[in-house]
């Protein structure tokens, strides 16, 4: 079973960060001063995943305001809504309204993502909302069923990742809070496993993961087995592990497995623990290790710390890893 | 309830007045922070003109004078801008609050803060960790309260952020960290009850006792995170019952911006709890949608009194007297006995100019005497 860890969604932004984009936003430095602290938070972050030996690197998502705010200011069909709750956190965002059906304009998520200098495409994993999540947590005044809606996101999210491959990029992930936090039933789930076939497709050998969080996955693991995708990730703060199935078909698992709610570091022999057992009930071909939920709900030093978690885990769990 | 129906209530804060806000930071006022203060000081009167610190401040010598001054001056303005518009129960706005987490973390050992979380966009807030077992350094909202009873006509009513929402913006390392094994739901749940139940008794109580024994009867314990949770609900309950079994004064708990129903009946379980402070208008319609969830209390049999929010403090539209007596007389009708609404606003104000804020607390205060007047007329 190879062992792959990674960020799994937003970095939080460093102090120094935080105090420019305040004073950014209150006419005391020039958007190019901000600029500036954007691009050093985003290199320091890149150095991090690098120093701990992420096998895939993401850049920190520094510059999404949320997860939807790159499509609702740059595809067609939106506008951005009012400040709404991000689930069960004291953390917000602007939800997309949606007037018309949504239309993908290329090169927008490209530009959302950190430089092929500072990540080339081959090295970087790219962190995208999941079509179903996409539909359900927008105002929908297109005129589309959710239905509808979920699939289509799916179809243009697919194009998303045809453009992403043909320029290298081979990792996908794609953010499903709401899989778990309000699974779908009847012709919803039929839409949401129509989006990722389009999606699987366009993949073409590449890494396609569904991130699921804030939610027990237990109930929908029916669900999330048919989703045709190379890993599904579970939130292990959540859903208790033990009740987790490998999948029959042996492909590869994510364990959220750092708790972004609180800042007490996880312990990697308990990690390593958690993923034998999968790994001898189901043998999955590969196990993705990360935080479970977006680490930004942290301030930037308890988050890093965290991180370390990782490495430690993943040397564990090597053939010739440490003590049981 | 003794007294005539529909007693109006203040519910959270106001907004400091930028003549407050200007002084407190020590700098002059400008021409419009003058007459923003001497037109409320004609409608209020909450200064005398000739007081020392009133011409420091109003003469542009707000640096000399200091912040504390300034701050008093804003809460004797907040309560009397209460009491002039008719409010029974009164507090100072909060006037000398700027948040409602740090402060009373900050008054707790057992607490280290860590940095600054973003809550969306370019704004951030700073979250404690819980690292150890939460013990109070010293009781705190007495002395503001000590100067609100002092000055006060109406009767004081509290405002303290409860145990539930003060650890649920919190970090729980110490009693997380005190499970064994996996950290999943069972253990964060374990814990998480640990630690209100830990602030409730440690920190909130003795604050509270401190406040009773100064004469504070009326207290609201603020739960702004108990919706985000329903889960939940049974937490906040049993931190409400650990903060205040047995102390002599009358709590209300306030929940704005929830699903009610998900709380339920979990909830109902904080016995101490005299008043559910809730926000109802902001999702009202002209069918009056907005004050179904009152139906719960009678299907659960509970029988306490009810903050009616009957304003909405997220829009400017003022509401009408007519429309504020209608909401009323829809309460009355489904809990079956008017005497156990006090109105009020949906949540603080703060967000409203004064202007707004002023004309919104006359239509609480207008539409509760049109609504008191029929059921007189009914007898």
């Known amino acids: 079973m190879t062992v792959r860890i990674a960020l799994t969604g937003p970095f939080p932004r460093s102090e120094v960060l935080v105090a420019a984009t305040r004073d950014g936003d209150r006419g005391r430095a020039t958007p190019e001063a901000v600029e500036a602290r954007y691009a050093e938070a985003e290199r320091d972050v890149v150095a991090l995943e690098g120093r701990l030996g992420f096998d895939a690197v993401t850049g920190g998502s520094l510059r999404w305001a949320d997860l939807f705010r790159p499509f609702a200011e740059g595809w067609r069909g939106f506008t951005v809504g009012p400040v709404t709750r991000w689930f069960e956190t004291n953390t917000f965002y602007r939800q997309p309204i949606l007037h018309a059906p949504p239309e993908r304009v290329p090169g927008v998520v490209r530009g959302a993502l950190p430089g092929a200098t500072l990540v080339p495409p081959g090295q970087a994993k790219v962190i995208l909302p999941g079509p179903f999540t996409f539909a359900g947590l927008l105002d929908n005044r297109s005129g589309e069923t959710r239905e509808a809606l979920t699939h289509r996101f799916g179809r243009l999210l697919a194009e998303e990742v045809r453009d992403l491959r043909a320029a290298g990029y081979a990792t996908f992930q794609f953010q499903e809070p709401l899989l778990v936090v309000d699974p779908p039933e009847g012709p919803l789930a039929e839409a949401a496993v129509a989006a990722y076939r389009d999606i699987g497709a366009a993949a073409d050998g590449a890494t396609s993961i569904v991130w699921t969080y804030f939610g027990d996955a237990v109930p929908v693991q029916p669900l999330l087995a048919r989703l045709p995708v190379s890993v599904v990730g579970f939130d292990l703060a959540e859903t208790e592990p033990d009740r987790i199935h490998a999948p029959p078909d042996h492909r590869g698992i994510g ?70 | 309830m003794s007294g005539p129906l529909f007693p109006a209530q203040e519910i959270g804060s106001l907004a400091k007045p930028r003549w407050q806000l200007l002084g407190q930071r020590g700098e002059p006022l400008d021409a419009a922070a003058v007459r923003e203060f001497t037109s409320w000081n004609d409608r209020v009167h909450f200064a005398d003109a000739s007081d020392p610190s009133v011409r420091a401040l109003l003469e542009g010598r707000a640096r000399e004078l200091g912040p504390g001054p300034v701050r008093d001056l804003g809460a004797s303005f907040a309560l ?44 951030y807030y700073l979250k404690a960790a819980g690292t150890g077992e939460v013990r109070l350094e010293r009781p705190y909202h007495v002395e503001e309260f000590d100067y609100v009873k002092a000055k006060a006509t109406g009767i004081p009513k509290l405002p303290i952020t409860g145990p539930y929402t003060l650890a649920d913006w919190s970090y729980n390392e110490h009693y997380l960290g005190r499970e064994a094994g996996w950290k999943g739901p069972a253990a964060r749940r374990r814990a998480q009850r640990e630690f209100v139940v830990a602030i409730a008794k440690h920190a909130i109580r003795p604050t509270l006792q401190a406040l009773i024994e100064h004469g504070c009867r009326v207290i609201q314990i603020d739960e702004p995170a108990a919706g985000t949770h329903p889960e939940e609900a049974d937490i906040v309950a049993e931190g409400f019952n650990a903060a205040t079994e047995g102390l002599d004064a009358t709590f209300s708990m306030h929940i704005c911006f929830s699903d009610y129903r998900s709380l339920f009946p979990a909830l109902l379980e ?72 006090w109105v009020n606003p949906d949540c603080g104000l703060r967000t409203r100019s004064l202007d707004i804020a002023w004309q919104k607390l006359q239509a609480v205060v207008d539409g509760a005497k049109l609504a008191r007047a029929d059921f007189e007329r009914a007898g």
């Not at chain 2, 109802?280 to 509970?302: C, P, S």
């Open chain 2, 80 to 123: 009397r801008y209460f009491e002039c518009v008719g409010l029974t129960r009164v507090y100072d706005g909060e006037a000398r609050r700027i948040e409602m987490y740090e402060y009373p973390i900050r008054q707790m050992r057992g607490f280290q803060f860590l940095g600054h979380v973003r809550s969306f966009d370019n704004k």
């Open chain 2, 270 to 341: 904080a016995k101490n709890c005299q008043q559910w402070a809730w926000e109802f208008a902001n999702r009202d319609t002209d069918e009056r949608d907005g004050y179904e969830v009152l139906n719960m209390f009678r299907e659960y049999d509970d029988h306490r009194e009810v903050g009616l929010g009957v304003v909405d403090v997220h829009r400017n539209e003022v509401e009408s007297a007519e429309k504020v007596a209608d909401r009323i007389r829809r309460a009355a009708k489904i809990l079956g006995d008017p005497s156990r609404i």
């Open chain 1, 255 to 324: 364990l959220g497995c750092l708790d972004p709610r609180t800042t007490l570091p996880e312990d990697p022999t308990e990690v390593a623990r958690i993923a034998r057992a999968l790994q001898a009930e189901g043998k999955p071909r590969e196990l993705w290790l990360g935080p479970g939920g977006p680490l930004d709900l942290l301030p930037t030093e308890a988050a890093a710390r965290k991180l370390h978690v990782l490495p430690a885990a993943k040397q564990l769990l090597a053939p010739n890893g440490g003590s049981r």
